[in-house]
């Protein structure tokens, strides 16, 4: 993969936004885009145009499709979206996930969209993607992980260290993170230029607002990614 793409973005006020490539995802169309329900992150893709994101936030882990139509707004602040609503078109989720909710499995990959204009990663900056698992990685991994709390208009922000759950978990023991963060980064390297997990996986991310998981971003989601169209 290429290296970090995250220059200084500007939104239409002309104010620096702090983490373009982080945002909300909403209910509805981009015309009508109702409440946001989780979080994702514009990634480094062939295609520009891909945000990862939990699989649970997009499908129910049942044997049904995962839905798309709904939106994302990067860098949504004080309740406004500086870069507008994108469309959701498609959503590449692991078989693990889609067939039986398999919780390794919680990422997706997904297209996103806008009748003029750029791709996303032009506009917003991207992430690059750690895939790995985490006991490559080891523990005690220094992570910032963002998330949009339901009902919030602004993002939450919790710094910590990351350690493993299990081979294919990471755990973050710090509170702050809740209903909505769902799909949100953990973000790692230099300038927190890196996804390393997203909050899902565990249950769906934690049942309390004090302790956070994210599956890691090993084989299964590395295979959504270039489904998604990621790599050439």
Do not use: K
């Amino acid at each position: 993969m290429p290296g970090p793409s995250l220059p200084v973005v500007t939104g239409a006020d002309g104010t620096p936004v702090a983490r373009p490539a982080t945002g909300a995802l909403f209910d509805g169309p981009a015309d009508d885009p109702g409440d946001h329900f989780c979080s994702g992150s514009v990634v480094e893709s062939a295609t520009g145009d891909l945000v990862v994101t939990a699989a649970h936030c997009v499908a129910d882990g049942d044997g049904t499709p995962a839905r798309t139509g709904m939106s994302f707004a990067p860098g949504y602040d004080d309740g406004t979206a500086p870069f507008g609503y994108w469309t959701v078109t498609a959503a590449a989720v692991p078989p693990g996930w889609l067939e039986s909710g398999d919780p390794d499995s919680d990422v997706a990959f997904l297209t996103v969209s806008r009748p003029d204009g750029p791709p996303i990663q032009q506009v917003t900056g991207a992430y690059r993607i750690a895939f790995g698992a985490p006991g490559t990685d080891g523990d005690d991994t220094p992570v910032t992980a963002v998330g949009y709390n339901d009902g919030d208009d602004d993002a939450t922000t919790v710094s910590g260290t990351a350690g493993t759950l299990d081979e294919d978990q990471w755990q973050l023991d710090q509170p702050g993170l809740d209903q909505g963060a769902s799909g949100g980064p953990w973000l790692t390297g230099p300038d927190d230029s890196e996804i390393l997990a997203v909050t899902g996986g565990y249950q769906q991310g934690g049942d309390s607002p004090d302790v956070s998981y994210g599956a890691d971003l090993g084989p299964a989601a590395q295979a959504a990614y270039r489904s998604a169209g990621g790599t050439d």
